[in-house]
């Protein structure tokens, strides 16, 4: 028999996303590197981006749920074999230990029941792989080039090759130089001990539903199934089958129907940190999916790198600032990383936003922190919305200690 549905007011609804989405962190037992290996497993996977106008989001990602977190973890991890690269909604760090939920996508690739952006020509793809397999770990720049570049997309067919061979589970990217991927054959670099069974769809279905759950507090199906190919009606299904099995719970937040693992209310008996504050990368795992952070938390959210300059309201790399379980402003800000100098460009408040003081001494606080992990010692606030709020930050950004 199904569970019953329960009704979760919006505050209560937040608060339970935020500690499922480890926002902000408790603090964490064992090394420094075990708790970035902790965060990575309980998240289900780290978006990887290369805008690097201040730390990539990987690293920005892992850095606000481990406050000791450096940015030779990952490369650790991946030498480790703890975790590894592949695509969830796209590219992404993700658990070694749940490498076999990896391989119905590579599968699919591989007998061509899914596409890749890249055409695939089976002769050069098997002289790469052989090259790989004479000569041990290789990158791009190792193979002839031959082929035109277009915008920021290359169409280099030794590169092509390669990320069909990755994309279809041949080849793993065994390290990382320079941020250059180094491609490695897949049997040299998984744990001996890994379970490489394929698994069936109903494995993959829960294994989908539960991660999501587990790291994200409520969820529909749309979410779970984000960019995942033809996955939506499947999970919607298997949502219903949980349900009336009582594996999982349905909920109602204002007008809408989430579902919830059995004992995830109970996080709701833990106190949330007050006058926290944390200065999100754009690809952060809270904030990706755009529509439910604006559902859930009433912000209206979108990166503007893509969009033209003279278009822009909030700046190139706007970062979300949260602060007491709300979002309540934005920090368009670059590392001049040869200066040591954070230029903030441009902090917009939200309009819901009354505490400007308390706001502001909660900022400085956290750009301190901020700045160190941008290796910057010096910070340079040139605009913010309201006008009336320089003054106000920059005398605090003054007394700062650096």
């Not at 500690?19 to 090394?31: E, R, V």
């Not at 965060?39 to 481990?66: C, F, M, P």
């Not at 406050?67 to 590894?84: E, G, I, M, R, S």
Request: hydrophobic share 40%; charged share 25%; proline share 4%.
């Amino acid at each position: 028999m199904a569970k019953i549905t329960e009704s979760l007011s919006i505050q209560q609804a937040r608060k339970l996303v935020l500690l499922s989405q480890k926002i902000p962190p408790a603090k964490a037992s064992g090394t420094a590197l075990s708790a970035s290996l902790s965060a990575i497993e309980h998240l289900g996977y780290i978006q990887i981006d290369t805008i690097s106008a201040i730390e990539r989001a990987h690293h920005h990602t892992l850095w606000n749920r481990n406050p000791l977190y450096q940015n030779t973890h990952l490369d650790q991890l991946v030498a480790d074999k703890k975790v590894f690269e592949y695509w969830s909604h796209a590219a992404a760090y993700l658990p070694m230990r749940d490498y076999r939920f990896s391989l119905p996508r590579k599968r699919a690739i591989a007998n061509g029941d899914a596409k890749h952006w890249f055409k695939r020509d089976a002769k050069l793809m098997n002289s790469v792989l052989k090259r790989i397999a004479d000569e041990g770990p290789l990158m791009a720049k190792d193979f002839d080039q031959t082929g035109k570049k277009k915008g920021e997309w290359t169409t280099k067919p030794a590169k092509q090759a390669l990320e069909n061979l990755f994309m279809q589970g041949d080849v793993m990217i065994g390290s990382r130089l320079n941020f250059h991927k180094v491609y490695e054959l897949t049997e040299r670099v998984l744990p001996d001990d890994i379970n490489t069974n394929i698994p069936n769809e109903e494995e993959h279905l829960r294994f989908l539903i539960n991660r999501y759950l587990e790291a994200n507090g409520l969820g529909q199906a749309s979410e779970i199934a984000y960019l995942l190919k033809n996955t939506k009606i499947p999970v919607q299904g298997m949502l219903q089958e949980m349900h009336l099995s009582g594996e999982l719970m349905q909920i109602i937040v204002g007008e809408n129907k989430y579902y919830t693992l059995a004992n995830s209310l109970e996080l709701l008996n833990k106190p949330l940190a007050r006058n926290k504050l944390n200065i999100l990368s754009p690809f952060d795992n809270l904030v990706i999916q755009r529509k439910r952070l604006k559902t859930l938390f009433n912000f209206d959210y979108q990166i503007e790198c893509y969009v033209p300059e003279a278009k822009r309201q909030y700046g190139y790399f706007s970062l979300p600032i949260l602060w007491n379980g709300k979002f309540v402003a934005r920090m368009d800000c670059k590392a001049e990383r040869k200066n040591n100098i954070l230029h903030i460009n441009h902090i917009a408040l939200e309009d819901k936003l009354t505490k400007t003081e308390d706001f502001a001494y909660s900022l400085v606080k956290e750009l301190q922190s901020f700045m160190k992990f941008n290796n910057c010692n010096k910070v340079q606030l040139y605009k913010t919305t309201p006008s009336n709020f320089t003054p106000i930050l920059n005398d605090l950004i003054n007394n700062m200690a650096t």
